[in-house]
């Protein structure tokens, strides 16, 4: 058996887990005249059918061997702080329509949810916010959100919010407030994974000093590899690895390496720097698909997963150490969060 002979079947025989991508943002914006005008696009976005302006959909899903996916509801900053509840509410609406119209969807709420599709190896969605303002300062907020099915919360993107600061407006060095505190505490009691991606390096050592949990940065690279504010330190990597976290690599061509040409070997650089730094139990896939503008050569859409696969193979890394970079160290984080 050739190396992408051996690469494709343990792909395909694996449980593919991508915690990160903004896919309910495009079609919720797609919900909007004006914007499908903008985006070149003469109806809203059916996910259940080939987009081929989308980086993921279901038949790209089942083409790319992705299992289970994070949906995140991404709030936009003309959202904050006025209106990101109800903008929160029509992400999750978009979610059920996607599992309305694509009933193969596995609605992920719990371990013993996620255990069942790994036993199926069937395609699964996990519900996910990018930015805590969606809580407009509430527990009961994110109490009523966990009964619609919120199961981890990117507690920042790059701006302040009443939870912390952003990588991107990290001015005062504060870390977490006394409701991001208590935000924390409510998450780790009802099962809500805490996501640090974003979240200001105080803040992140806050996290890590108050979750009981586990907790995932959902699309963050090395910053030993690419300096990047988005990407975290060796010091952060550690800590999030002593907590029994996993952090997942983003495709984003800029969080992977400065300059124009980026690959996926470049991608499995931070891979190798993450097993080489802490082992090979909290490093994932996180791939950001329809948040950012370009992906490393090769990894162009969700079904091109397998390609990383490959180049795993490649690198040299066993088949064990492939699927739990590929899944299985989320499945962990999932049995013992939710």
């Known amino acids: 058996m050739n190396i992408s002979e051996r690469a ?17 943002m495009k079609i919720c914006n797609s919900w909007e005249p004006r914007a499908r005008h903008l985006m070149g696009i003469e109806k809203p976005y059916d996910v259940s059918q080939e987009n081929a302006s989308l980086h993921l959909d279901i038949p790209k899903m089942k083409r790319g061997g992705l299992n289970l996916q994070f949906f995140a509801v991404y709030l936009e900053p003309k959202y904050k702080p006025f209106g990101s509840l109800k903008r929160t509410l029509e992400g999750f609406d978009a979610f059920y329509q996607m599992l309305e119209k694509s009933p193969e969807v596995k609605f992920i709420k719990s371990y013993e949810d996620a255990l069942e599709a790994q036993k199926q190896n069937s395609l699964a969605g996990l519900l996910s916010i990018e930015g805590g303002e969606a809580l407009e300062g509430s527990l009961s907020a994110l109490r009523m959100l966990y009964k619609l099915g919120l199961r981890c919360i990117g507690l920042t993107w790059n701006q302040r919010n009443r939870i912390a600061e952003g990588v991107g407006d990290c001015l005062s060095g504060g870390g977490l407030t006394i409701f991001g505190r208590e935000l924390i505490r409510e998450m780790n009691k009802l099962g809500v994974i805490v996501d640090v991606s974003h979240l200001s390096e105080p803040g992140f050592w806050d996290v890590i000093k108050y979750s009981s949990k586990p907790i995932i940065a959902s699309h963050s690279n090395a910053k030993a590899i690419c300096n990047h504010v988005r990407n975290l330190t060796d010091e952060q990597i550690k800590a999030l690895a002593k907590n029994g976290g996993v952090m997942g690599m983003n495709f984003y061509r800029s969080f992977v390496k400065d300059g124009q040409d980026v690959t996926v070997e470049h991608l499995i650089d931070h891979i190798d720097h993450i097993c080489n730094l802490v082992g090979p139990d909290h490093v994932g896939i996180g791939s950001d698909f329809d948040g950012i503008t370009s992906a490393p050569d090769g990894l162009e859409d969700v079904s091109c997963i397998p390609i990383l696969t490959e180049g795993l193979v490649k690198r040299g890394y066993d088949d064990e150490s492939i699927k739990k970079v590929l899944g299985e160290n989320y499945i962990r984080v999932l049995k013992e969060t939710l």
């Open 8 to 24: 494709h079947k343990l792909h395909f025989n694996s449980f593919v887990v991508d915690t990160h991508c903004d896919t309910l």
